[in-house]
């Protein structure tokens, strides 16, 4: 079963900075939005970010002006570009298409865990 891989996670301090990638499909992005989502310990996952196919791009209140979302559909990837990271940011980043949750639990990766520590 085919399931999206994220990458880039990693250790920062607070006012860091990372990119993160998502392995996907071409097919995927021509049919679907796509989205990143988080999740810590305790907690359901919430979205972050997310892109519909034709580029227009969403955010979540807390990451407006600090993060990006962006693919590049050549290379059939996902990324969420995260600046002025926040301890608050702490997480397992995932990235899913935007569609119904029935349709998404078949896809869910590993995630990428994202730690912001001084």
């Known amino acids: 079963q085919v399931k999206f891989v994220e990458s880039g996670g990693g250790l920062v301090q607070p006012g860091g900075s990372l990119r993160l990638s998502c392995a996907a499909s071409g097919s995927i992005f021509r049919a679907y939005s796509m989205a990143w989502y988080r999740q810590t310990s305790g907690k359901q996952r919430e979205l972050v970010a997310s892109?519909?196919?034709?580029?227009?791009?969403n955010y979540s209140d807390s990451m407006k002006g600090r993060f990006t979302i962006s693919k590049d559909n050549a290379k059939n990837t996902l990324y969420l570009q995260m600046n002025s990271l926040k301890p608050d940011d702490t997480a397992v980043y995932y990235c899913?298409?935007?569609?119904?949750?029935?349709?998404?639990?078949?896809?869910w990766g590993q995630g990428t865990q994202v730690t912001v520590s001084s």
């Open positions: 892109i519909t196919s034709g580029g227009i791009t």
């Open positions: 899913n298409v935007v569609a119904p949750s029935f349709l998404r639990a078949n896809y």
